[in-house]
């Protein structure tokens, strides 16, 4: 049986980042009314006294009588038709244990680029489908190189809307539409998603070899490297006739790699001057997504046994407490 969104779908947000006060900008200029479910008590005033949000991108201003903004769950989604996560993907769980509301006549869409850490190792759209009994033509995906920062400031940004059904896609499309924002469309839940995440990774090995020091030229190899890894990772986890070098794939890794504003290059950034993992992370502001990313793609990994040497090398200085110069000379040779 077909699921169709309704063209007057009404939207509702999970998570209260950067991320997700950007995306409640876009819907809100588009649609009448936008759930939001913040659970921050400092977050939740700032936007109901001053109409901003005071931790995230406080210079963007919201209209809050398009705005229904509320620490209440439950209410928040049934209020919506789709409901878009926002939230960090290690915290997910905990955003969504307060829901009793169904979801089974919900479409739900991940804005997260991250996998679930802990002993379950799924993706965003994998855990909604497993935990929530969702079927995967109601799930669906909102990407691409787009750093909520430039988004929030109406830089030119590609998105690419993913689902199942392209209908479908085009209603979540129209929804984020703003003459800043060109959108593409794609059926290819898996690998964008797998992408996304596998991005952070590769964007952590850019940030470490910049702060030991390494030029731009070693940097472009690097990078095209860490395209073929995620090539080589999609095609024998789940083959499909996917074009990668387009912006929800390629582009998402370039921008994550090379931006002042990506949280992965940052955390490796700290990593290679020398900052100790525990101490580079406390120091984040924000979630590095990869750190998580790292540890699951490599047990994810042990089913399918491709060669990601780069990966592997971020997994061991992560997690093993490896030289993150000694490790990179290592991992030198292995490069084309």
Not at 31 to 59: I, K, M
Request: proline residues 4%; aromatic residues 10%; charged residues 25%.
């Amino acid at each position: 049986m077909e699921y169709k969104i309704g063209k007057d779908a009404r939207c509702a947000v999970i998570g209260y980042g950067s991320w997700a006060t950007a995306i409640v900008g876009l819907l809100a200029a588009n649609e009448a009314r936008v759930g939001w479910y913040v659970r921050n008590p400092e977050v939740l005033e700032g936007l109901r006294s001053e109409g901003r949000n005071p931790r995230y991108l406080a210079d963007l201003e919201f209209d809050m009588e398009r705005i229904a903004v509320s620490d209440d769950l439950n209410e928040v989604v049934r209020g919506a038709d789709v409901v878009i996560l926002a939230a960090p993907s290690a915290y997910l769980k905990d955003f969504l244990a307060p829901l009793t509301e169904s979801l089974a006549d919900k479409f739900v869409v991940s804005a997260i680029k991250g996998i679930i850490p802990g002993d379950c190792y799924k993706t965003v759209v994998e855990y909604i489908h497993d935990e929530y009994g969702l079927p995967y033509k109601q799930l669906g995906l909102v990407t691409g190189p787009s750093h909520a920062e430039e988004v929030s400031r109406g830089k030119l940004t590609y998105l690419t809307v993913v689902c199942t059904d392209p209908e479908n896609a085009q209603v979540i499309g129209r929804k984020f539409a703003a003459p800043y924002i060109k959108l593409s469309y794609s059926t290819d839940l898996y690998g964008v998603e797998y992408a996304a995440i596998l991005k952070n990774i590769y964007a952590l090995a850019v940030g470490i070899a910049v702060g030991l020091g390494y030029g731009d030229n070693f940097l472009a190899v690097l990078i095209a490297n860490g395209a073929g890894e995620v090539k080589r990772f999609l095609d024998e986890s789940y083959p499909d006739a996917r074009e990668t070098l387009v912006s929800a794939y390629v582009g998402d890794l370039l921008v994550t790699c090379y931006s002042v504003h990506s949280r992965n290059r940052r955390l490796g950034l700290l990593i290679g001057h020398g900052c100790t993992v525990r101490s580079a992370l406390n120091e984040m502001t924000m979630v590095a997504e990869g750190y998580f990313a790292a540890d699951c793609i490599r047990h994810i990994n042990t089913r399918h046994r491709v060669e990601m040497p780069i990966a592997e090398m971020v997994y061991k200085v992560l997690y093993q407490g490896a030289s993150p110069r000694r490790s990179m000379k290592e991992l030198i040779p292995k490069l084309i």
